[in-house]
């Protein structure tokens, strides 16, 4: 299986050499034409001269009369192949000393021939030798007829080694800027890939379980960011192990607390006389107390359970929602008298609203629980409920110790214990908070030290009918 860098590094390099391959075949053409164009103008150019030399000093005579009379001045400054031909395509003169008995009827010759002064150029290859001329052709005029052919010849063999020596130099600097761009290229991958395999081979690590060392990080680029990623994700891995530990120590103790104290009565009661129903009554009671507090504690981990598992459902009902916290209110009648804590409920006009009625009665009854928990005795809780175009608010606020800026982040977190000796085993908002996920809402926490805390749920109108 090829690797990463050998991917990166030919890519790179087929890309590099098929654009040098186009570049170069575009030099050679534009090249190439640029010098037979070159050349057809300088043929052109000296053939105009002949011809308007001759048919303005020489077209008094006939064509073979001139020949005749060896008037070769209009065309013996050239360097090109001169032939005179006439109207059938007979050569009459050639500059070369060779008459060749052949017609020349080419499409220059009958172009010249029918009067054209265009000068057409056209490009023939000798079947002999494979050489290449380029050949242009003018009439000459007896008065104002055409009466003969002026045609000029160059070999292209010149020109065409000087593009072969051109497109020898292309193609060795083509190799030589692939060759350097191979290299450029082995270097980027290399750089690429470092940082990459340490990516890598942190991941490896983590996946054998190895959070503690993090991937080092020596770019800012998307690599770069993939190692913070992991790292951050190592970093949460470890914080949630931790917390969950924390929880495990925190809920054996929790645990262990009641069932010590079921122990210790059963004990008691079993070695004691029965006939004394007052302290049977009174164990009994705290029995029936510490059962009640493990049963709540159970259903609780039970809900946690679902919460991280994603099975928590809703059965929704519509209800009266001031009615309903009303009635919250009252069945923690008993723990506010006994503290204390006087509540203020206010209610502003607030919709029916479609809910799973026990799943925010666990909400509200926790959320309540933790202000009564947190609040001093003979302070006040107040509940508020109000709605606007989009949600309907419920605010419960205490007057307590608070939270502190540094735990305020975290208390919805999962396993999460805060530092305050009432502080329970972290579980309660993070399943208050995923309750109300899923009815859509929002739960907000704001708090200050000393100065108390507001909890915020937010329930779309969406929801109420």
């Not at 419920?394 to 110790?401: A, L, R, T, V």
């Not at 999962?414 to 996920?437: D, M, P, Q, V, W």
Request: proline residues 2%; aromatic residues 8%; negative net charge.
């Amino acid at each position: 299986m090829k690797s990463l860098k050998t991917k990166i590094s030919s890519s790179n390099i087929i890309v590099i050499a098929i654009t040098i391959f186009i570049v170069q075949i575009m030099v050679y053409i534009a090249i190439k034409g640029y010098y037979y164009s070159n050349l057809e103008d300088t043929i052109y150019g000296q053939i105009k001269v002949s011809s308007d030399f001759y048919n303005t000093y020489l077209s008094s005579n006939t064509v073979k009369e001139n020949i005749f009379n060896d008037n070769d001045t209009f065309w013996s400054n050239t360097d090109c192949r001169v032939q005179i031909i006439d109207l059938e395509g007979n050569v009459m003169m050639d500059s070369s000393g060779y008459i060749s008995k052949d017609r020349i009827l080419t499409q220059e010759v009958k172009a010249a021939a029918s009067g054209d002064t265009r000068g057409e150029a056209n490009i023939y290859q000798n079947e002999n030798n494979n050489e290449k001329i380029i050949c242009v052709a003018y009439p000459l005029f007896f008065d104002t007829d055409v009466d003969g052919i002026l045609r000029f010849s160059a070999s292209t063999e010149g020109i065409d080694k000087s593009i072969r020596e051109i497109l020898f130099i292309i193609i060795l600097l083509g190799i030589l800027v692939i060759s350097i761009s191979s290299t450029i290229s082995l270097f980027i991958s290399n750089s690429i890939m470092k940082p990459l395999k340490l990516v890598s081979v942190g991941a490896e690590k983590m996946a054998k379980g190895n959070f503690k060392e993090s991937i080092p990080n020596y770019s800012k680029d998307e690599i770069g960011s993939l190692a913070d990623t992991l790292n951050y994700m190592s970093e949460e891995i470890l914080k949630n192990e931790r917390l969950k530990n924390e929880f495990i120590s925190s809920v054996s103790h929790e645990l262990r607390t009641p069932l010590t104290s079921i122990k210790g009565w059963a004990i008691v009661l079993e070695s004691s006389d029965l006939e004394d129903k007052e302290e049977v009554r009174e164990g009994l009671k705290i029995i029936e107390s510490e059962v009640e507090r493990l049963t709540y504690l159970v259903e609780e981990l039970l809900d946690f359970s679902k919460l991280i598992s994603g099975k928590i459902t809703l059965r929704k009902e519509v209800i009266s929602i001031g009615e309903f916290t009303q009635d919250i209110l009252r069945q923690l009648e008993p723990k506010l008298l006994s503290r204390g804590i006087e509540v203020r409920f206010e209610e502003l006009q607030v919709k029916p609203i479609e809910v799973d009625k026990n799943r925010m009665k666990q909400v509200l009854i926790n959320i309540l629980d933790n202000a009564i928990k947190f609040s001093p005795n003979d302070s006040k809780i107040v509940v508020k409920l109000v709605e606007d175009e989009k949600y309907l608010t419920i605010s419960i606020k205490d007057y307590g110790y608070g939270i502190s800026k540094d735990e305020l982040p975290h208390v919805k977190e999962k396993f999460y214990k805060g530092r305050n000796i009432n502080a329970s085993n972290g579980i309660g908002l993070s399943i208050c908070e995923e309750i109300i996920t899923q009815h859509g809402g929002i739960l907000k926490i704001d708090s200050e030290l000393q100065k108390g805390t507001e909890v915020i749920i937010m329930l779309p109108r969406g929801d109420m009918r």
